[in-house]
């Protein structure tokens, strides 16, 4: 097999992280990969909120019932028509974000990191808790937050 089917077999919900910091390098990596996602007539209708303060973590856990991981970064991705260059970013935006997210989670596997893929849209709740966390304005939709570290332990795979 390719390397590329490789991660995608190899790539698994990881919910307990080790201390060890992730590098910006790697979190730049992994925004440039989300952003090379495919998206309808390439309207890119998505904005990330990148997050490694520990308060903010903490605030986020707190208000997150399936989001209470130890991951040292969030990555929250988000659909905003406003910065969909084409009308097709305003009607397709979940598929967008979620290829988007998709590329995240592939990306993070062949970087050697763990990650977690915490839904947020529909439930008005959890919107409601992270955009007041991340200071999300309404218009401005949260789909998801990727939880990202070092695994804690080793994975084995299937």
């Known amino acids: 097999m390719t390397e590329a089917i490789d ?4 790539r698994r919900s990881i919910r307990n992280y080790s201390d060890q910091t992730v590098e910006r390098e790697k979190i730049e ?9 495919p998206s309808a007539v390439n309207s890119q209708p998505w904005e990330f909120v990148v997050v490694t303060e520990n308060e903010t973590m903490d605030r986020l856990r707190e208000r997150l019932l399936f989001g209470r991981y130890n991951a040292p970064v969030a990555i929250a991705v988000c659909g905003s ?11 397709y935006w979940i598929q ?6 998709e590329n ?6 062949a970087l050697v990191l763990g990650t977690v893929w915490i839904g947020v849209h ?3 709740p959890t919107e409601r808790s992270v955009r ?10 949260p789909l998801g937050i990727i939880y990202v570290g070092y695994p804690a332990g080793r994975c084995i795979l299937v």
């Open 104 to 109: 995240i989670l592939i990306a993070a596997v």
């Open 96 to 101: 967008d974000c979620s290829a988007a997210i």
């Open 29 to 37: 990596l992994l925004l440039k990969a989300a952003m090379a996602a």
């Open 132 to 141: 007041q966390v991340l200071n999300i304005p309404e218009d401005v939709t």
């Open 81 to 91: 028509p406003k910065v969909a260059n084409n009308p097709a970013g305003k009607k």
């Open 7 to 10: 991660f995608i077999f190899q």
């Open 122 to 124: 529909p439930i008005e």
